[in-house]
């Protein structure tokens, strides 16, 4: 069974420019979330979809969004993108109402 | 304001001993806890969990204490092996709407020495 994968593992971006994330979940999971890691803030949340609704969102301000579509896939869009939006954004998937999250490996951000 | 606290960045153990890494909250309202590793360049990894309705969860070499009124969790690893060096996050959910995120710690960085 394949698990979470998410596109691209690595991306290098500069000020001002905008990013696209994308995240597969594991068939059959329709919540997918969305978390950003950064060295002194651990894991913090972005924002959780089901069934192409948004149903939690985390305190970032609004160049954070994202979507999903029909088939669960994700994706999550930054833009006017700022040096303190370097970070690990990892997606992670579950089963309607499940608690435990199966993460992705992660992409990584890097804003010069 | 941190509703999910590791207080220890850091713990090193030697190879067989026991790891014991703790977790504190704030938030009453959680009631669901669980532990992730991560390694480097991977994805946190879940490990076990708890629900608040129980004190304690056991699942091979690890073991997850809650206890509700100091609103404290642990997990205890026993024996520790070098392989179990990773970052330890403690992550909290809640009813209702708030069970769709997780709230994380910061992480504890476990090194086990041969």
């Known amino acids: 069974k394949a698990g979470v994968t998410q596109t691209p593992r690595y991306l290098i971006k500069t000020r001002g420019q905008q990013v696209t994330l994308s995240c597969s979940p594991i068939s059959g999971h329709r919540s997918v979330s969305w978390y950003q890691q950064t060295p002194g803030q651990g894991l913090q949340f972005l924002f959780e979809?089901?069934?192409?609704?948004?149903?939690n969102k985390g305190n970032f301000p609004g160049r954070f969004s994202g979507r999903q579509f029909s088939n669960s896939r994700s994706e999550m869009n930054v833009s006017t993108l700022e040096l303190g939006d370097s970070a690990l954004y990892l997606c992670?998937?579950?089963?309607?109402?499940?608690?435990?999250?199966?993460f992705g490996a992660g992409s990584r951000l890097t804003v010069l | 304001d941190q509703q999910v606290k590791q207080n220890s960045p850091s713990l090193s153990v030697q190879e067989g001993r026991i790891s014991i890494l703790n977790c504190d909250y704030t938030n009453s309202m959680f009631d669901y806890f669980l532990w992730y590793k991560k390694y480097p360049a991977e994805g946190p990894t879940f490990l076990i969990s708890?629900?608040?309705?129980?004190d304690k969860n056991e699942d091979g070499r690890f073991t997850v204490f809650l206890n509700k009124s100091a609103k404290h969790l642990s997990l205890h690893i026993v024996p520790s092996q070098p392989g179990d060096s990773a970052v330890y996050f403690c992550a909290a959910s809640g009813s209702g709407g708030s069970n769709y995120k997780l709230t994380f710690g910061k992480g504890t960085l476990l090194t086990v020495n041969p």
């Open positions: 992670a998937s579950s089963y309607a109402g499940a608690n435990v999250l199966t």
């Open positions: 708890i629900s608040s309705i129980k």
């Open positions: 979809y089901f069934s192409e609704t948004q149903r």
